[in-house]
């Protein structure tokens, strides 16, 4: 959770204990605010985090800003996460491409490219094999350099697909796993450009399906 006033970030409470992070969070947004002296009522709008991500996280943390979107009536920007850890690339290529571990072998990752207005991703975010995801951002680059930012970084390195990048003299930029102040400033940036949405329409975007929607189609699939 952060707390921000403009783009300054006036606190932040990390998730970093075994605590269920649905039992952490409401503690964790009354700490922000108090320790920031302030009252829940004023803060203007809310930034979240609308995936990709453990489907439990995501869903919490959604509901939990579309009730405080109800009672307080104020706006929600819904942020990519992975568009959260390529913005904090340090490098100075135009090509830019974000992971991180997905689990079971695989990585969420999307490519994007920097222009006058900021981050636009080029294709969809992704659920992949993380060799796949490096052949997939270098042909995106068309040859060109990229810059790699994951808070995974071991995911990719080992990778036979890495090494044609490596030699390129490329590296994965290691970046802390605490999103909260960049998903603040990407909500306040779009805040500010009119996107925005409320309770109703706000959706998760959990890029792979979970396991009861697999599970589910698998044995209905096989009852027929």
Request: charge should be neutral.
């Amino acid at each position: 959770m952060a707390l921000l006033r403009g783009d300054v970030v006036l606190k932040v409470v990390a998730h970093e204990s075994k605590e269920d992070y649905s039992s952490w969070l409401l503690p964790a947004v009354r700490r922000c605010v108090e320790e920031s002296a302030l009252r829940m009522e004023q803060v203007d709008a809310y930034a979240a985090a609308a995936g990709p991500g453990s489907f439990t996280g995501v869903r919490v943390g959604l509901t939990s800003v579309k009730a405080w979107a109800e009672v307080y009536g104020k706006r929600i920007a819904a942020v990519s996460r992975l568009e959260a850890v390529a913005a904090e690339r340090s490098g100075e290529t135009a090509w830019v491409a974000a992971f991180f571990n997905a689990q079971r072998g695989q990585v969420y990752g999307a490519v994007y490219r920097w222009n006058q207005r900021g981050l636009e991703r080029c294709g969809d975010e992704m659920v992949i094999a993380p060799g796949k995801f490096v052949e997939a951002a270098t042909e995106f680059a068309n040859n060109e350099g990229i810059s790699w930012v994951s808070m995974d970084t071991e995911c990719v390195v080992s990778e036979e697909a890495w090494k044609t990048r490596e030699v390129r003299g490329e590296h994965v930029e290691s970046v802390s796993s605490v999103r909260a102040p960049m998903i603040g400033r990407l909500g306040l940036a779009a805040l500010a450009e009119g996107r925005f949405t409320d309770a109703l329409a706000l959706d998760a975007n959990y890029v792979r399906r979970s396991d009861a929607e697999i599970f589910w189609k698998g044995n209905t699939t096989r009852g027929r």
